[in-house]
Every structure is written in structure tokens, then in C-alpha cells.
């Protein structure tokens, strides 16, 4: 398997219940490494500009307010396989679908209030944490 890197955001919700050192011990548990990581506070247009892939979906808006209404993580995780290792551990979108044991599960208080979110693929990671980190901000 080959060394990946994937972009963690640890979301408003677990930022406001201060659980994000024990999310963040969720995915090193699981054999991920994070090798770069700050706390921002995005703008309604950062937030936006981030989630443009959704930009025609009905739940756009509501997701640019919650992620705009409060402090986020982000983070680079880097290991074997690291986009679907994060996305098994993260559980499924809507928490009552999660698997227990997976942050969603865990951590998540609604579909929309699900903690975290995570790349959906090798492209879409190199994307995401380029909008996030300058190379020299990621130390392996």
C-alpha cells in the first residue's frame, strides 16, 4: 500500500465540546500521523469557496453558516492508504448509520453536526490541503 496524505476538518461541533484531542487520537489509533495541523476560524466566502463542489446542492448554505459559525482543525494525515483509512474511521455521514467505534458514532450529534469531514479521494485531498497548507507547513 502507498504512503498517502489525506485533509482532516475537525468541525465547529467538536471544536465548541472540546473533544478534538480525542478525535484526533481516533485516527492515530488507526495508524494515521498528522503532519500538519492549525485552528481557523473560516469566513462565510473561505467556507464557501471551500465547499464549491456543492455549491447547487440544497444544504449548500446551511453548511457554509456551520462551518463559518465557529473554529475548525485542520489537519494533514498522512499514512498507508490514508484517504480510506480516515473515511472508515470517520463512520458514515449520518451518525444512526455509523459503524460503533467510528467518530461519527462516537462524536457526531447530527447528520449536519457530524464532527468531521474528510477527502473523498487521492485528487480531491492533494486540492483540499492545498487550500489549506503551503507544502513547507506539511512536515512528514
Do not use: W
Request: charged share 25%; proline share 4%.
Amino acid at each position: 500500500m502507498a504512503i498517502e496524505r489525506t485533509l482532516s476538518i475537525l468541525k465547529p461541533d467538536a471544536t465548541r465540546r472540546n473533544i478534538t484531542g480525542k478525535i484526533i487520537t481516533c485516527f492515530e489509533d488507526a495508524g494515521l500521523r498528522v503532519v500538519a495541523q492549525r485552528r481557523v476560524h473560516l469566513t462565510p466566502d473561505q467556507a464557501g469557496a471551500f465547499y464549491a463542489v456543492h455549491k447547487e446542492r440544497p444544504f449548500y448554505n446551511d453548511l457554509v453558516s456551520f462551518m463559518s459559525s465557529g473554529p475548525v482543525v485542520v489537519q494533514v494525515l498522512e499514512g498507508e492508504n490514508a484517504v480510506q483509512k480516515h473515511r472508515d474511521v470517520m463512520g458514515a455521514t449520518n451518525p444512526k448509520d455509523a459503524t460503533p467505534g467510528t467518530v461519527r458514532a462516537l462524536f457526531a450529534l447530527s447528520i449536519d453536526e457530524n464532527s468531521v469531514h474528510g477527502s473523498d479521494s487521492l485528487e480531491n485531498a492533494k486540492n483540499e490541503i492545498a487550500f489549506f497548507f503551503k507544502d513547507t507547513d506539511i512536515v512528514g
